[in-house]
């Protein structure tokens, strides 16, 4: 499955109440193990496309998150990183999951229904998303999923 369309979900702001964002780092890392594990993926990483995102007006902001959970439905994979709750990346799961798409989630919340139910694949943190996908994890996860 050559240009295999990859969106990157995890946590923003999660339940922070002000107008900050968690530490973002882990979406290079995501990419960068995507890039050299699966040959032609298309990357799409909403944070990367929208890093003012918490300064957009209600319009905009409407806007973006309903295109993005329309983006994570549509992909092939759906890579989530979860280190604790957050409900854009769970609506984002849901909208994936109904619409038959591939999923893997990086989180210690294994015991969590979202992660459980939703997720094709549950891996503990990036080591091991790492891993995964230097054995072959990913391409092995695509094809059960849709096929050689």
Known sequence: MKGTSVFIAGIIQGSIPSS??????????????IAKHLEGARVYCPFQNHQNSLEYDDLTASKVFFDHITM????????TYLPE??????????AAHQ??????TI???SVN???????HRMLDGLEEFERF??????RELLDEHYGP
Do not use: K, N
């Not at 900050?20 to 193990?33: G, K």
């Not at 709750?85 to 849901?94: I, L, Q, R």
């Not at 619409?99 to 893997?104: D, F, H, N, Q, S």
């Not at 229904?113 to 997720?119: A, G, Y």
């Open 99 to 104: 619409a038959g798409r591939a999923i893997v």
């Open 113 to 119: 229904w979202t992660v459980r139910f939703l997720s």
């Open 85 to 94: 709750a957050s409900m854009g990346t769970a609506v984002e799961m849901f």
């Open 133 to 138: 996908a230097a054995e072959g994890g990913l």
């Open 107 to 109: 989180s210690p919340m």
């Open 72 to 79: 994570a439905s549509r992909a092939d994979l759906l890579v």
């Open 20 to 33: 900050q964002v968690h530490a973002q780092d882990y979406r290079r890392m995501i990419t960068e193990i």
